[in-house]
């Protein structure tokens, strides 16, 4: 028997619990493989514009970062490091995601990382009521208000996108 999307607990979903912060949970089948965040929103019948992409980068200060933008746009690294007050910014190596955050490609959500770092979500997220982001695993996707996943991880709002 399958779980209710309700009993899935991720690190993720266990925090935004904690914090009382309401969410809803929305499950879609990956067929085992990695799925990009466009086929994710048309797998759960979900507005790309409200879905969220998670990206960790290493500034040239060797400082972590977080940003969390829409899944059909692209970061802009100039951007993002002027808003981080680094030099330059670059994608951490895939290979690198679990031992950094704990989660994996695919399922990396900007709750409940292995470490709290500084995080910024993409102004256009302020449009919406609720945003998607991954809800902790590859095929899980969570529904929370903009404002309160910021104040969750400690995160502000910026024009982070190409």
Not at 109 to 138: C, Q, R, W
Not at 151 to 157: A, E, I, K, P
Request: aromatic share 6%; charged share 25%; proline share 3%.
């Amino acid at each position: 028997m399958a779980k209710k999307e309700k009993d899935i607990k991720t690190n993720a979903v266990r925090m935004v619990e904690t914090a009382g912060i309401d969410y809803q949970l929305k499950a879609y089948d990956t067929g085992g493989e990695f799925h990009d965040g466009l086929s994710i929103a048309k797998a759960t019948g979900t507005d790309p514009d409200m879905v969220f992409k998670t990206l960790v980068l290493v500034g040239h200060s060797g400082e972590h970062y977080v940003c969390v933008i829409p899944v059909a746009a692209e970061l802009d690294l100039k951007k993002a490091a002027r808003h981080f007050d680094e030099k330059s910014l670059e994608m951490i190596h895939v290979k690198e995601i679990n031992a950094l955050t704990g989660y994996i490609r695919g399922g990396c959500s900007p709750v409940g990382m292995k470490k709290l770092f500084p995080t910024a979500i993409d102004e256009t997220a302020l449009l919406f009521d609720n945003i998607f982001v991954s809800g902790g695993k590859i095929g899980l996707q969570m529904e929370l208000d903009p404002e309160k996943l910021a104040s969750l991880v400690g995160g502000d709002f910026a024009d982070l996108v190409k």
